[in-house]
């Protein structure tokens, strides 16, 4: 395609290149490869669709190449200056399975609403790498749209890929579906006008998103990543290792229902640390925290860190804030027999009683198989009065800022049968309270622990053997082992 | 629904300085709504506490006219509180030209169930005349359509 060819249009060869996405599209067939020149710069002032004949099994690839170079093209020839876009109040709508390089996609002009609609199909897959998603009309109904609401079982990825919006209007947002992956992206949301809210999954069906990687430094102060209001479909949206902009908001919105969409941060920040997690639900939100923390706690050897979870006003005793949303407590367990495990907490005047609070510990306990069993220190059952968790007489915190720190300790022992993984979690059940726990456990004198959410024991520089890295994450060994 | 009410409940020093802030707004039905953030040590959170309602407000109106329309493609009335219904019509009209499919259909069985009149299709379509009756007859075509295929049982 060359929207600037003078020839037939057949596409047989760059002097008679298609001049339109669409056209080409419409003439050719599934798995077919699509070269785009450099100087494409294709526009439309109506609504343009672009039925892309690829499937499941077999995508198509449109790339964009240098038009002077090998035909047909090699990897030397790949460019990133191609251009699609409408005009005015129209959209811009891909369907079909594709993979896409180096194309900028724009939709509107003025001050009308225009999207970018990267719709695919049931079953199909929509890969973008070094491409770019501009709104260039100043609506604020437009959007970057990913899947269609009707739609199911599709894949979207995107790879150093970029979005714009503007010129001036702040409402505007990206909106997501499906299974959604964004990775490896520097800069991630160019232009001058940064959206308030940034993402929010759309309606119809779930999201799976997994953000890696990805430089949002500037969306910062007065801004959203992710909008989890209103009734949204049941989603899970995991921001891993990326850059934030100083004082952004993770989330916005009221969150409406148990099936609401939960929000995670896995190590991402606006400044040079590696502990910060966090994750935002329908039960309440656990963040990491470096103030309120205990003694010979956690430590990522060099920052003290704790968990404060913040229950809604929604959690009860069968259902109440888990930590293991953000992640679990995991341990490598090379022997077996009876253990004991044992969480030290901190709140501000708030005695918690075990059908409050409590520990829960998955196991394996069944010989023969590794089929997991669980422990608790939570009453016995969901009508249970409940009686005070243990004081915790012998623990130290830094409680700046706590009025009336009362320290307990939840705790429950189990036999293990196998060797293998035990994993921890914590329970606050009580409705719209502050708990802040250490996720180092007593646990024995040796302990390995991995955590998706990154450090939670890490040695000290030149304190002893270095961390050695297994499934899911570094293991770190126990200050003082 | 609008915010009544803003008040910072937690401005607590990390370790290193930033500060980790709640922000709670109250809507004028007593709803509240919780914004939390680490800010830099020298932020303003009251100034970005201040900046950030009128666009809380655009959020919730919007992510609401969202849900609204996937009730509408359920044949279901829409739920106000954050938007209106003329923001909510407007957003059927502006689906309604890019609809395709299935998707029109039920919108279209939507639209005219509400047995908009004359003046309000005018108004919401920006047609009149010819174009009207054509609207009025396509619409009533997209509805029958659904019931039709609603109606079809298997054997």
């Known amino acids: 395609m060359r929207s600037g060819a003078g020839g037939a249009g057949t596409g047989a060869d760059w002097a008679n290149a298609y001049t339109a996405l669409a056209t080409a599209f419409g003439a050719k067939a599934a798995g077919d490869d699509f070269w785009v020149s450099e100087d494409h710069a294709e526009t439309q002032a109506s609504a343009m669709t672009c039925n892309c004949p690829g499937t499941a099994t077999s995508p198509c690839r449109v790339i964009c190449v240098d038009h002077a170079g090998t035909v047909p093209p090699v990897s030397a020839d790949l460019r990133t200056t191609a251009t699609v876009s409408t005009t005015g109040a129209n959209n811009l709508t891909l369907n079909g399975g594709a993979y896409y390089y180096g194309i900028a996609f724009q939709a509107g ?31 604020g109904s437009s959007r970057i749209s990913f899947g269609a609401a009707s739609t199911s079982g599709y894949v979207t990825r995107l790879i150093n890929t970029t979005m714009q919006f503007g010129p001036t209007n702040t409402n505007q947002f990206s909106t997501i579906r499906g299974r959604f992956l964004w990775e490896n992206t520097a800069n991630a949301i160019a232009g001058s006008t940064i959206p308030t809210t940034l993402f929010a999954s759309g309606t119809g069906i779930g999201l799976d998103a997994r953000f890696v990687g990805v430089d949002f430094g500037a969306v910062g102060s007065g801004k959203s990543l992710f909008d989890h209001s209103t009734k949204q479909m049941p989603s899970r949206i995991t921001f891993i290792d990326c ?17 609401a969409p939960i929000v995670r941060l896995v190590n991402c920040d606006s400044g040079n640390t590696n502990y910060r997690s966090a994750v935002y639900m ?106 005070n968790q243990t004081t915790d007489g012998t623990s130290t915190w830094t409680t700046t800022g706590l009025t009336t720190p009362v320290k307990q300790s939840l705790s429950t022992t189990f036999t293990t049968t196998g060797k293998g993984l035990y994993r921890v979690r914590v329970c606050l059940a009580k409705a719209s309270t502050t708990m802040y726990f250490d996720p180092l456990i007593a646990s024995g004198a040796r302990q390995y622990m991995i955590g998706e959410s990154g450090y939670l024991n890490g040695e000290a520089a030149g304190a002893g053997a270095p961390p050695i890295f297994g499934i899911g994450g570094p293991l770190f060994r126990a200050k003082g082992d | 629904m609008s915010i009544t009410n ?150």
Not at chain 1, 324 to 338: E, V
Not at chain 2, 36 to 46: F, G, H, I, P, R
Request: proline share 1%; net charge negative; with cysteine.
């Open chain 1, 282 to 387: 329908y039960e309440g939100s656990i963040v990491s925290e470096s103030t309120i923390v205990k003694s010979s706690g956690a430590t990522d050897g060099t920052t003290p860190i704790s968990r404060k979870m913040v229950s809604s006003a929604r959690t009860k005793f069968y259902a109440p804030l888990r930590s293991d949303w953000s992640d679990w407590i995991q341990f490598w367990d090379d022997t077996t027999g009876s253990k004991t495990v044992t969480i030290a907490t901190v709140t501000d005047n708030v005695t918690l009683k075990d059908n409050e609070a409590w520990v829960e510990v998955e196991y394996l306990g069944t010989s023969g198989y590794p089929l997991g069993l669980f422990a608790s220190d939570a009453a016995a059952d969901v009508l249970n009065a409940g009686t």
């Open chain 1, 243 to 259: 850059k934030l902009g100083s004082s952004v908001a993770i989330t916005t919105g009221t969150v409406d229902g148990w099936g």
């Open chain 1, 109 to 139: 002009s003025g001050a009308s609403s225009a999207s970018v609609l990267a719709q695919g199909d049931n079953s199909l897959g929509l890969w973008f790498e070094a491409c770019k998603f501009v709104l260039n009309g100043d609506g």
């Open chain 2, 6 to 155: 803003s008040v910072i409940v937690e401005d607590r020093a990390q370790r290193d300085g930033r500060r980790s802030i709640r922000e709670q707004h109250t809507d004028s039905a007593g709803g509240l709504h919780y914004v939390d953030y680490l800010a830099e040590a020298a932020a303003n959170v009251s100034a970005i506490m201040t900046a950030r309602v009128a666009k809380l407000e655009s959020t919730w109106a919007d992510a609401e006219i969202e849900s609204n329309y996937q009730r509408a493609l359920d044949q279901l009335m829409p739920v106000l509180v954050h938007s209106t219904l003329a923001q909510f019509r407007a957003a059927l009209r502006a689906r309604f030209r890019d609809a395709t499919g299935w998707e029109l259909v039920r919108l279209g069985k939507f639209i005219n169930s509400l047995a908009l009149s004359d003046a309000q299709l005018t108004s919401l379509f920006g047609v009149s005349g010819v174009q009207l009756t054509a609207l009025k007859t396509k619409l009533a075509a997209l509805a029958s359509r659904y019931d039709d295929v609603v109606s079809q049982v298997g054997s």
